[in-house]
């Protein structure tokens, strides 16, 4: 019994190691291209960035481009994958909107996030409140949705044809090509 308990262990050791080997090592996203980075705010629809000062994540685009938004919350509030607690997915160039569920509705420096209903609340609260929008009009929102976050959400709408690309002046120049892989070959 003894030398089938060990076999036991080392089959399921050398799974265990083959299955770790396995695994893709996450790299780093490849950094982006100026029309790279420009393609992908328009494909988003809208810009969106978050400042610690303010302590405001602001989403930044015309009406139609701000109805992305609660698309974007519904598409992932849909994805069975979001169901447990703690799942985040990023979106944008940068990965910099971080949506994820989460007990309590909430905004912070790192998230927005809630449970699926609360999430789903937010994307109505979206809607509702873009409904009578105006171009250079701005929304706060905050107490509606969480009322004890130290951030707030901000609309901030713009003209029919804002191209949000063009909200992203400072961090276009830092955009680099990607890496030769030639000389990584070379090594």
């Not at 050791?13 to 780093?28: I, L, N, S, W």
């Not at 944008?92 to 909430?106: C, F, K, Q, R, V």
């Not at 009009?137 to 707030?152: K, Q, V």
Request: overall charge negative; some cysteine; glycine content about 8%.
């Amino acid at each position: 019994m003894l030398p089938f308990t060990l076999a036991a262990i080392l089959f399921a050791t050398a799974v265990y190691m083959y299955r770790r080997g396995q695994r893709t090592v996450e790299h780093p996203p490849v950094a982006l291209t100026d029309d790279q980075i420009k393609q992908q705010w328009r494909k988003l629809g809208f810009y969106c960035e978050m400042d610690e000062q303010k302590k405001q994540w602001t989403v930044m685009g015309s009406r139609a481009g701000l109805l992305y938004f609660p698309d974007l919350l519904l598409g992932y509030v849909n994805d069975p994958e979001n169901a447990t607690g703690g799942v985040r997915k990023n979106f944008g160039p940068y990965g910099s909107l971080e949506i994820m569920t989460w007990p309590d509705a909430g905004l912070d420096g790192n998230s927005i996030r809630g449970s699926l209903d609360d999430l789903t609340r937010l994307a109505g609260l979206v809607e509702e409140k873009l409904v009578t929008a105006e171009p250079g009009s701005t929304i706060h929102i905050r107490e509606e949705f969480a009322e004890n976050s130290s951030y707030s959400l901000l609309l901030d709408v713009r003209a029919d044809g804002f191209d949000p690309a063009s909200a992203d002046r400072d961090s276009l120049g830092a955009a680099t090509k990607e890496p030769d892989k030639t000389a990584k070959d070379n090594k």
